[in-house]
């Protein structure tokens, strides 16, 4: 069964301490790894889009990067305004329409 | 904006009560997903839509949940005879291709 596990659950830094959030996954054929964005009370916010093991992309102070069986998003220098729940899903070949989530990493950045 | 928009924001019914939410996507997309979240979890898939066909549906919708799509455009999510274990946010998603874009979606809460 496909799965994605995302660790740690909550993650509290000081401001401008960097560190990563990791997502493992299992699934049958990956199509694509993707990273949201979610504030309180809001819908998910896209972040990246990852196909193959190798690939980084890059956004202000985020770096995603992909390997075969994990992604991590990479945080540096976060300021206050980075603190949210960060989403990661995959899509797999076995369900090219469906798009499953793991449980998220509250990041709290303390100024 | 011409972002995806769900109605209500909230809504608050009694156990036993129908509900429905609706939502809007980004108008040139033709793909339609419904989530489910629930506090400190992701979203959780319930099903998706190719412009008007209904293309999947996850096993853990009971037969009181039914999405319908009528000409491809607007959704409803309708659910039936209400339980307290409903009570949850109801996240709407719309895309054209992999990336998916959520409304703010929908609280409901049973009672």
């Known amino acids: 069964e496909d799965q994605v596990t995302q660790s740690p659950e909550a993650l509290r830094l000081q401001e401008g301490e960097s560190s990563s959030l990791n997502c493992s996954y299992t699934v049958s054929g990956l199509r694509g790894l993707f990273w949201y964005r979610q504030d309180p009370g809001k819908g998910p916010e896209f972040l990246f889009t990852?196909?193959?093991a190798g690939e980084e992309k890059e956004k202000e102070r985020l770096k995603a990067t992909l390997t075969k069986k994990e992604s991590f998003l990479h945080i540096t220098a976060p300021k206050p305004e980075d603190s949210a729940t960060y989403l990661c899903?995959?899509?797999?070949?076995?369900?090219?329409?469906?798009?499953?989530f793991g449980s998220g990493t509250r990041l709290s950045i303390r100024p | 904006d011409t972002g995806v928009s769900q109605n209500p924001r909230h809504k608050i019914t009694k156990r036993g009560q129908n509900v429905t939410f609706r939502c809007d996507p980004i108008?040139?997309?033709?793909?339609l997903y419904w989530y489910r979240q629930t506090l400190g979890q992701g979203p959780e898939f319930l099903t998706y839509?190719?412009?008007?066909?209904?293309?999947?549906k996850s096993r853990l919708l009971s037969d009181r949940f039914s999405a319908e799509r009528p000409k491809g455009s607007f959704s409803t999510l309708e659910i039936q005879r209400t339980e307290q274990g409903d009570s949850a946010m109801y996240l709407c998603a719309s895309s054209s291709g992999h990336t998916l874009h959520f409304g703010n979606g929908t609280r409901l809460t049973v009672t």
């Open positions: 990852l196909y193959s």
């Open positions: 108008s040139e997309h033709n793909r």
């Open positions: 899903a995959v899509q797999a070949d076995s369900s090219a329409s469906k798009i499953i």
């Open positions: 839509f190719q412009n008007e066909a209904q293309l999947e």
